[in-house]
């Protein structure tokens, strides 16, 4: 059963290597992808426009998955 559910996953899952500082997700776009942390960090971040400033708030780690849940599923714009 694992190697079925392993060939049907392999169909879906592209493995892509992204450099520092991407943009993987913004407010307002509609997400089409769940993103797995294989290594290193990503950091989500909100940014105020009066001060110029970005505030860290959250933090994924390797083997984390990322992914608007709620806006994936019903393939709405994120607010996040």
């Given at each position: 059963?694992?190697?079925?559910?392993?060939?049907?996953?392999?169909?879906?899952?592209?493995?892509?290597?992204?450099?520092?500082?991407?943009l993987?997700?913004?407010?307002?776009?509609?997400?089409?992808?769940?993103?797995?942390?294989?290594?290193?960090?990503?950091?989500?971040?909100?940014?105020?426009?009066?001060t110029?400033?970005?505030?860290?708030?959250?933090?994924?780690?390797?083997?984390?998955?990322i992914?608007?849940?709620?806006?994936?599923?019903?393939?709405?714009?994120?607010?996040?």
């Amino acid at each position: 059963a694992r190697e079925k559910l392993t060939e049907l996953l392999s169909k879906f899952v592209k493995t892509n290597k992204y450099k520092n500082k991407l943009l993987l997700q913004q407010a307002g776009m509609v997400p089409d992808r769940i993103y797995f942390v294989e290594q290193g960090i990503v950091r989500g971040y909100t940014y105020d426009t009066d001060t110029e400033k970005e505030k860290t708030i959250s933090l994924w780690p390797g083997s984390s998955l990322i992914v608007d849940p709620n806006s994936f599923i019903h393939q709405l714009e994120s607010d996040l």
